[in-house]
């Protein structure tokens, strides 16, 4: 099972946690100044550290070298968040260590030599830092990463300096987007040391209503200091969320819309992946408040990544149209949708 099929803690706010370590070695220059030969060889050896080390860990990882992926497949990744927009962009000399369910990854040759990211269902921050931890650890035994005293991990992009961490949550913050307020929160969280980003990251939109919220500040600041944080921080818009959820699911029009929107995704034979994403943060807004019942909120989570358009192609190993995907997307959709009940007030 793929940690994205699963619901974790804080469930009904909070979709997933990352926590990613950017880490460079010290005989090569970084990524943006490397030969392909650099790459080639730090690849090598990244990837016979990990896979031959005698960690539990180390058992669970594949690896794949994106220049050998089609399109379908590299996009596929991204739309699972287990690689980076950016990184599919030019892949000579890329490439990822994965695990079984997804839950842990290694970008090769993105931003900086290596980016370890942990992935987990749910409010797990604490967990995925820990996971983090051990599998930095396993590596630095037979790597040599670059590390300097006074500014702690050394990257490409000075933002990184120090911890080299960016920790993450993506929440499904559906009725602060129907208030009217993610401009002024957005906002606040920058003059915090925090960002609000879009689905898939920095640069990318908001689709059904899911933000990452991550620290942007690595300098001065220990793990674990960010960590509380931006724990403290995320906290607080979960409450508010929550809050106004209450308050705006008394409103007749908005549980018109979430029944409208279950109904849509129920019996639709045709769904493009924007009209998607917005009818299942309405139903992923209405089985959380108890307005729509029968579907669980791990079904919601996964149909939602299997139904993004390349990740549809990945599964089916073909390409298709847009109008094959939009059916297919629906027909996905009734599959899971299908069962939902509408409880009698």
Not at 72 to 100: C, M, N, T, Y
Not at 200 to 211: D, I
């Amino acid at each position: 099972m793929k940690w994205y099929e699963k619901a974790g803690p804080s469930g009904d706010v909070v979709c997933s946690t990352r926590v990613r370590l950017a880490r460079n070695l010290k005989p090569y220059p970084f990524p943006a100044r490397a030969s392909l030969e650099q790459k080639e060889e730090i690849k090598k050896k990244v990837r016979d550290a990990l896979l031959s080390g005698n960690s539990i860990l180390s058992k669970e990882f594949r690896f794949l070298p994106l220049e050998d992926m089609d399109e379908e497949q590299a996009v596929s990744l991204v739309e699972r968040h287990i690689i980076s927009p950016e990184f599919i962009a030019d892949r000579q000399g890329k490439g990822v260590l994965v695990s079984e369910d997804e839950s842990l990854s290694i970008m090769l040759n993105e931003e900086d030599h290596l980016r370890i990211q942990v992935l987990r269902e749910g409010l797990s921050l604490k967990e995925a830092a820990e996971t983090a931890d051990r599998l930095d650890t396993l590596l630095s035994e037979t790597l040599p990463f670059a590390f300097d005293p006074e500014f702690g991990y050394l990257t490409q992009c000075p933002t990184n300096l120090g911890t080299g961490m960016r920790a993450s949550f993506m929440l499904h913050l559906p009725a602060l987007q129907e208030s009217g307020s993610m401009a002024r929160i957005s906002t606040n969280l920058s003059k915090l040391g925090l960002a609000l980003r879009g689905t898939y990251g920095e640069g990318t939109k908001v689709m059904g209503a899911l933000y990452q919220l991550s620290n942007q500040i690595t300098l001065g600041l220990s793990e674990n200091e960010a960590i509380e944080n931006l724990s403290a921080i995320a906290g607080q818009l979960i409450e508010e969320e929550r809050r106004m959820r209450k308050q705006l699911c008394k409103n007749l029009l908005l549980q018109d819309k979430i029944t409208r929107a279950a109904g849509l995704l129920s019996s639709a034979r045709v769904l493009p992946t924007g009209e998607f994403m917005e009818l299942l943060s309405y139903v992923r807004l209405g089985a959380a408040q108890g307005l729509l019942q029968g579907v669980l909120p791990q079904e919601l989570n996964a149909l939602c990544v299997h139904a993004q358009p390349a990740t549809l192609m990945a599964a089916q190993g073909q390409k298709l149209t847009e109008s094959q995907r939009d059916a297919l997307r629906a027909q996905l959709a009734r599959q899971v949708c299908g069962k939902i009940q509408y409880p009698i007030e």
